[in-house]
């Protein structure tokens, strides 16, 4: 199983940003699929945003496609989340999942980190 740790959480106010960061060992970057999920609490997890660490090209799910950004940083094995014009409805926890091989969807993560929460006020 991958470690990942999470950081980045906070509180920010409508149409602000806020970038999270997922890091893991350098033994387990090439090749995995990376992705971030939310959660409201009640409410099932929901998949925001993968990307193939090969590299490959990043998607995004309809809600935030054009204000959230995946970018990675292979010298430091980390996932950058970067958020832009922030919503309430963007407030949950994030969880960094990974995978190893291809992207299949958002199924079959077999690694979550901790989760970073996220507030966006109005």
């Known amino acids: 199983q991958v470690q990942l740790v999470e950081s980045g959480g906070g509180s920010a106010q409508t149409g602000g940003s806020l970038t999270l960061s997922c890091t893991t060992s350098?033994?387990?970057?090439?090749?995995?699929?990376m992705a971030w999920f939310r959660r409201v609490e009640g409410k099932e997890r929901e998949p925001v945003a993968r990307i193939w660490i090969a590299p490959g090209t990043p998607y995004y799910v309809d809600s935030v496609r054009g204000r959230f950004t995946l970018s990675q940083d292979d010298a430091k094995s980390t996932l950058h989340l970067q958020m832009h014009n922030l919503k309430p409805d963007d407030s949950a926890m994030y969880y960094c999942?990974?995978?190893?091989?291809?992207?299949?969807?958002?199924?079959?993560?077999?690694?979550w980190g901790q989760g970073t929460p996220v507030t966006v006020s109005t």
């Open positions: 999942a990974a995978r190893y091989g291809y992207c299949n969807g958002f199924k079959d993560f077999q690694s």
């Open positions: 350098p033994y387990t970057w090439n090749g995995y699929c």
